[in-house]
């Protein structure tokens, strides 16, 4: 099956019981047994739940992978992913990455004993200079958020390779329509599906998709040890998200580049960052691994004061100022004070990440509108 027709089908049957087409919201905590560990394939709800096994069959084949696992946030499944480590174990991870994502890997698995190297992974030899005896694995952010950079996938992964270390890739910015990971050779894809997989900003919820069995075997195993499962209702409102992915996904790609195009010409806009743009510096591999660029463009102003992006912010009336991403609406943040306030301000300087930046999720609005939008406010 091609792509659209996944989105839609795979994973999901008619339910057997009434015929309904949609995946019910099976709202149980427990099933009864015929005898003990006599069942239907279903004994307890954090274990299993037959909702989240149709959204975890339709993830994974839509990632083009065999195995997947949904979580309670994303940062709940990146928190499955580490737990596979020791302590002693190293990570070499991009250095422009999710806030959130930093914070955790620092203030709580570092003191487990832990080691991460947080490397711009734009040049390959950053990491291949990284890699020794310990590295058990390496963190791929593509398109990185939320300076939109570009790392290449099978190039990590072709280093990976020759050392036995698994490649996690965050592929959430993507999507799977626009990027498959597993097919470049990462062994893990992390999906915070509360972005564009749900893409109502009316969820919060993480996946993980894997190609291995053995791998499956030990996050499965962590995800019902740990227990940080998403709710029936939650993977029902996931599923019916994923059915017009690809649909959402050319809108808000199509008016990314209208609002990329048209910052470039602003003379208050100092640098666009868009993995569309030819100048972009890791363009021709974003050509190479994805179907088109994305719906999150960032861009500086001219004048680097918290308080010219803020005033800027405050003036958006079609945009929304808030967290979060990939939602039908158009959304503006700050990620200095907002996504990234976590990482400390010469950490995040290094990355780009300056006190005039200002992050777009383009949603599907008219892009006439969105562009008028930023006039207004930027004027």
Known sequence: M???????????????ATGAIMTPIY????????????????????????????????????????????????????????????????????????GGTYRMFTKIFAKYGIKFHFTPMTDVDNVKTLINDRTRMIWVETPTNPMLNIIDIEAVASLAKKKNIWVVVDNTFASPYLQQPLNLGAHIVVHSATKYLG????????????KDPALAEKLYFIQNSCGAIPSPHDCFLVLRGIKTLHVRMDRHCENAEKVANYLLTHPEVA?????????????????????????????????????????LLSKLKVFSLAESLGGVESLCGHPATMTHASI????????????????????????????????????
């Open 2 to 16: 091609k792509f659209a027709t996944k989105a839609i089908h795979a994973g999901q049957e008619p339910d057997t």
């Open 27 to 98: 709202q149980t905590s427990t099933y009864v047994q015929a005898a003990p560990g006599k069942h239907k394939g279903f004994e307890y709800s954090r274990t299993h739940n037959p909702t989240r096994k149709a959204l975890e069959n339709n993830i994974a084949a839509i990632e083009d992978g065999k195995f997947g696992l949904c979580f309670g946030s994303g940062m709940a499944a990146e928190d499955a992913v580490i737990k596979l480590l020791n302590p002693g174990d190293e990570v070499i991870s991009t250095n422009d990455l999710y």
């Open 199 to 210: 893409g109502h900003s009316d969820v919060v919820m993480g996946a993980l998709v894997c």
């Open 271 to 311: 640098k666009v960052n868009w993995p569309g743009l030819e100048q972009h510096s890791n363009h021709k591999v974003a050509r190479k691994q994805m179907r088109h660029f994305g719906g999150m463009v960032s861009f500086t102003l001219k004048e680097n004061k918290t308080e010219r992006a803020v005033a």
């Open 344 to 379: 400390p301000k010469e950490e995040r300087e290094k990355t780009g990440v300056v006190d005039s930046l200002i992050r777009l999720s383009v949603g599907i609005e008219d892009a006439g509108d969105l562009i008028g939008d930023l006039k207004q406010a930027l004027a």
